[in-house]
């Protein structure tokens, strides 16, 4: 059924611990680790996760400065109303993608799929560049999204191979910093490259899918040329494209209803098709992966693992309350407040610094005590505060405010996401990390995605009504009869259709599909539909916390486990040398006569939970030679 087989991920020759390494790299005196690798130094660990952060900021960086510039994309591209399925496209292909990049790196190793993700995504990104039409364009945002799932999960599954748990939480701070600069530097990088007629040739807005292509080369040759594991023992599984073409058939219907389910009506016969054909697809995902068992591209075992069960569950909660709350935040601060993208970017820096404080703290106090669930409780409480601060916001809330609740919102991302991934990470076996990790962004991914649905379908409903309330409010108010009375608003046509809503009575009339004409109206008649779109957007926020309550509850019940101080490498090779010494016996025997100086192989608890030297104080060991 399956056979091991030794091969390298890339045939390195790892010098035997204890013997001097290559020059300039230092000497090993220590006895070595499990599995007789030492892990790599702190300064190999920043060459390597120089070129996996490139791979992560493309990712990340993509989502938000392609929704900047998508407006003038449309518009160039003659196709504004299509411009939802260029965003489905990619979210589609990213999404199916994670789970199989995962396991398939569990099978054959991780870099070559993390080089083939980052060769994938540049290759989107210069067909996007090209395209000519909208459908192109889906088409090539299509390829992207297939790059796009395996960038962020193999990066932090690769730091997972080279650093022990306990060590690990540090450095993924790093990676919690790309996610939140790329937040506010999308809208802004979007701004200028969407706003600019040309740039050395090419209309602007192909900047936007351009300017991956060189960070893409730079990152390919980076993680090439450092990126360099040890030789681990492989076990050919059969590979489970039954339950990937099942996953395919579940959720591309429903991330489509998903994104579509506001223009179709949630109860159309488009939209419960597509209920009815998802439900057939997890039902048949379901049947498939218990009968692939561990073949499976997400092993059904893993959910009798309560950290990995509750560690999906809160994944799931907070991406629905992280991503389909702050979907809303650029809406109010471009709507009610007036700003540019660039500008409403600029704005939201605050968040971003509460993101890498909250990493950098969570990152450094797990590495020194170990303890890591607090943080995931604490965040979530944070996530909590933030949400219900923001659902105060008015057309007037002074921008301090606002700057203070980005910092407790972000401060509380910074505490839930990278623990949360720890977790899962050291509670399941190291030969099931990749897809373990990829299932927590997957399961994260997909709350992000209904979280969005949702929350902008409120917002959308609920719009119309708040305005017309506002503008009953404000009938009797001085400024909204003087407006109405002044001879200069009744001559300026960009007032006209919202004089004749207020004398007819019909303000619940008013369409909002395209909100430009705001910025145009007098603003005592532009002031009730401010009001109203503060009103939705404080609903939606209000929403998203309470639903971080269900957060706050799952992360209590996570289990915390002592960290591994092994990486994932060690602990494999570990694995791999207790299963040879257990099939083969006699050999093993006449080796400890002879050498009269073997060790008998660590259990499994002390395997997993052998406590060794910080990766800091360990002696350095070239991971090259």
Known sequence: MTQPETTPDD???????????????????????????????????VAILGGLMI???????????????????????????????????????ATISTPLYGKLSDMYGRKPFYLAAISIFVVGSLLSGTADSMYQLAVYRGVQGLGAGGLMSLAI???????????????QGYFLAVFGTSSVLGPVIGGVF?????????????????????????????????????????????????????????????????????TWGWTSPRAVTAYVVGAVGLLAFWLLERRAGADAILPLRLFGNRVFSVGAAANVVIGLAMFGGLAVLPLYLQIVRGQSPTQAGLTLIPFTVGIMAGSVIAGQTTARTGRYKIFPVLGTILMIVGSLSFATLDVDTA???????SVVFGLGLGFTMQPLVLAVQNAVPVQDMGVAT?????????????GTALFLSVLFSTVVGNISKAFTSAAATPELQAAVADPAVRADPANTHVLELLETGRTDGLSIDDSSFIS???PRLARPILEGFAASIDLVLLIAGLVMIAG????????????RTVSGIQGRLADEAAAAAAADPEPAAHQVDASDRAVEPPDQEQRLHAQSPPVGSQPTHSIDH
């Open 11 to 45: 045939a390195p020759t790892l010098a035997p611990a204890g013997q001097p390494t290559a020059p300039g790299t230092g000497t090993s005196e220590s006895p070595p680790d499990d599995g007789g690798v030492q892990p790599p130094s702190h300064r190999e660990i």
């Open 55 to 93: 791979g992560m900021f493309l990712a990340a960086l993509d989502q938000t400065i392609v929704a900047t510039s998508m407006r003038t994309i449309g518009d160039d591209l003659h196709g504004l109303s299509l411009q939802a399925w260029v965003t489905t496209a990619y979210l589609l292909t």
């Open 157 to 171: 599954t690769i730091l997972g191979d080279l650093v022990p748990p306990r060590e690990r939480a540090r450095y």
């Open 194 to 262: 969407s706003g600019a007629d040309e740039i050395l040739g090419f209309a602007g807005w192909r900047w936007v899918f351009l300017v991956n292509v060189p960070l893409g080369v730079l990152g390919f040759a980076v993680v090439s040329r450092v990126l360099h594991l040890p030789p681990v023992r492989r076990v050919h599984h059969r590979v489970d494209w039954p339950g990937a073409l099942a996953l395919v058939v579940a959720l591309v219907p429903l991330l489509v209803v998903a994104e579509q389910g506001r």
């Open 399 to 405: 921008f301090g405010w606002i700057f203070a609740f």
């Open 438 to 450: 990829s299932s927590s962004l997957f399961f994260r991914q997909m709350g992000g995605t209904l």
């Open 520 to 522: 145009a109206l007098d």
């Open 552 to 563: 706050v509850v799952l992360t209590l019940l996570l289990p915390e486990l002592p960290l």
